[in-house]
């Protein structure tokens, strides 16, 4: 383990506000109680950010939650202190912890969607810790609530609280979150990954949003992330964890320019890899054809304008664009779950009726899709063997022991032992392990096309690089082409052959990767490769600033 003392000392912060000494967690597995965090010591000052860093598993969210007093469900505090302005949250009582959460110490989660209760206006979620603690009366709330809403550059700051949650775009909820968790003016807030599912110019407000109002209020901050361009931006000094161990300490810019240990170093070298260029077949009409493609939810609203793509045999297609694009809503159409309004879909060179139920078997089983997030697209009650044998039987009509032998032989192709996993269920993997399981469900079809929806965005790099490279291996045995749906333009730059770019419905920039990603670019284009995080601890700040002067 190597550490760093933090640049100049502490003298920059308040006083020490939360330390934790020897801290040990433990939690359980197959009935099993196992140690998960091990002995860990962190100190934090008022007005300073602490980055948590590390792969899944690493602890992050663990120790971030002990900082609160609290261990989630499955896992318990076991040794150590954690002292929070002297009071040792191990020994408390509950009375105690309870006004101090919400209050003092406050959580923003990753997902903020699952975070609200959505049967209630954003506002009146805002003040119910405030007036619950007896620190602000309702209309004091509200009045607060829209000062942070414009604070925090929410559009329509007086007027925006009075929505619900779905009536707010996915980056405009985080924002809110973090204004809900800033409603007491809390000494601590814990970040939890606040920005993984966003895309890249959304990350960049709410990145600026949450650095600013923790400056303001000089609140100490846990920013828990396993992207270390993103940490570099926020954190005044970063502690990398793996598997419950300190790994490295130290300031952000010591850290970021030298780091001293080799797993920090693959950490901050994660997505170097590049794909090889498929073979060109001459003369081979494209796998699949979207043309003039125009759709819509209803009311009249058009999600997609005159769409239209092409994927080769063979070939990643990248479509990109930041929420509300239409990237998504592409994919529907093209699975058939949301029939055009006008426009064409040629599978193989024969075009495929517009709705889902009016498809053949055969065209279903060709195009299959890997879903964002694996914890919901499995049903948590099968077992592997159940979950990669539905489509076995379904489309292939495999039963008995030539089942049993195609789904072993899945499991060795995306690396999974059969021995070890067949008989889990979903609940006992990991989440790269769920991706890999989906990833082995859609090959299951014998698919010629693949769409995958951000299939990687909830995991942590370097896990994600792994299923990246998992799906590379698959492509050039298996001669699969890939639809790939996401806002990481390092993932775009490390799988993609060609490249589409969405924008309010309608396809602004199309063509290979190396074309539409090298200047010049569209206007768009451009946007969103500006946006992508560098390691530069500065980078924030010379965005913000070159944003600031041109407009």
């Known amino acids: ?36 965090v091990h002995g ?26 002990a900082a609160m007093g609290f261990a989630r469900p499955g896992c318990r505090i076991t040794g150590g202190e954690i002292i929070f302005d002297g009071i040792d949250l191990t020994t408390t009582d509950e009375d105690t912890k309870r006004k101090l959460r919400g209050a003092r110490i406050s959580y923003v989660a990753q997902s903020a969607a699952a975070a609200f209760n959505p049967a209630h206006k954003l506002i009146d979620q805002y003040s119910e810790a405030p007036v619950q603690h007896g620190i602000l009366s309702n209309a004091e709330a509200e009045r607060d609530a829209k000062d942070l809403y414009a604070r925090l550059q929410l559009p329509d700051p007086d007027t925006i609280g009075y929505r619900y949650p779905h009536q707010v775009s996915g980056g405009q909820l985080q924002r809110a979150m973090t204004a809900m968790a800033m409603a007491c003016k809390p000494d601590l807030i814990v970040f939890d990954e606040p920005t993984t599912a966003l895309d890249v110019t959304t990350q960049i407000e709410v990145l600026a949003a949450i650095r600013d109002v923790v400056r303001q209020f000089n609140t100490a901050a846990i920013y828990i ?10 954190a005044d000094r970063i502690m990398v964890l793996r598997h419950g161990n300190l790994v490295e300490e130290g300031n952000t810019r010591e850290m970021v320019a030298n780091p001293q240990e080799q797993y920090t170093s693959e950490l901050l070298a994660v997505r170097s890899f590049q794909k090889d260029h498929p073979v060109e077949v001459p003369g081979q009409r494209p796998l699949l054809e979207v043309e003039g493609v125009t759709a819509s939810y209803g009311g009249g609203v058009k999600v ?35 029939p055009p309004m006008q426009g064409v879909i040629k599978f193989d060179g024969v075009e495929v009726p517009g709705a889902l139920p009016q498809r053949s078997r055969d065209q279903l089983r060709r195009l299959q899709m ?41 499991l060795n192709l995306i690396e999974m032992d059969p021995d070890t996993y067949i008989d889990r269920i979903p609940g006992e993997l990991s989440g790269g392990q769920k991706q890999r399981i989906c990833i082995a469900r859609a090959l299951a079809a014998e698919p010629d096309l693949i769409i995958c929806d951000e299939v990687t965005s909830a995991l942590d790099q370097l896990v994600a690089e792994e299923i990246l490279k998992l799906l590379q291996r698959l492509q050039n045995e298996l001669h699969v082409s890939y639809m790939f749906i996401t806002h990481d333009l390092a993932t775009v730059r490390a799988i993609a052959d060609d490249v589409v770019v969405m924008l309010q419905g309608r396809v602004v920039e199309a063509g290979e990767k190396n074309v539409v990603m090298s200047p010049p670019h569209h206007e768009y284009t451009e946007l969103l490769l500006s946006s992508v995080p560098e390691m530069d601890p500065d980078w924030l700040d010379r965005l913000l600033a070159a944003r600031g002067a041109a407009s």
Not at 225 to 234: G, S, Y
């Open 1 to 36: 383990m190597s550490t760093s003392n933090n640049g100049g000392g502490d003298s920059q912060f308040g006083d020490l506000l939360v330390e934790m000494r020897g801290l040990r967690i433990e939690g359980q597995a197959d009935e099993q109680w196992h140690e998960i």
């Open 225 to 234: 992330t396993h992207d270390l361009a993103v940490v570099a931006q926020m």
């Open 304 to 338: 997609l304008e005159d769409v239209g793509i092409e994927i080769r045999r063979g070939h990643t297609v990248a479509v990109v664009g930041e929420s509300g694009s239409g990237k998504s809503t592409l994919a529907r159409v093209i699975t058939g779950l949301l």
């Open 40 to 65: 860990i010591d962190l100190k934090l000052h008022r007005g300073e950010v602490l980055g948590l860093i590390g792969e899944s598993g690493a602890g992050k969210s663990t120790i971030g939650l």
């Open 370 to 410: 890997i879903y964002q997030m694996p914890d919901t697209a499995m049903n948590p009650k099968q077992r592997i063997r159940d979950i990669i044998g539905r489509p076995l039987e379904f489309y292939l009509g495999k039963t008995g022991a030539e089942k049993e032998e195609r789904i072993r032989e899945l």
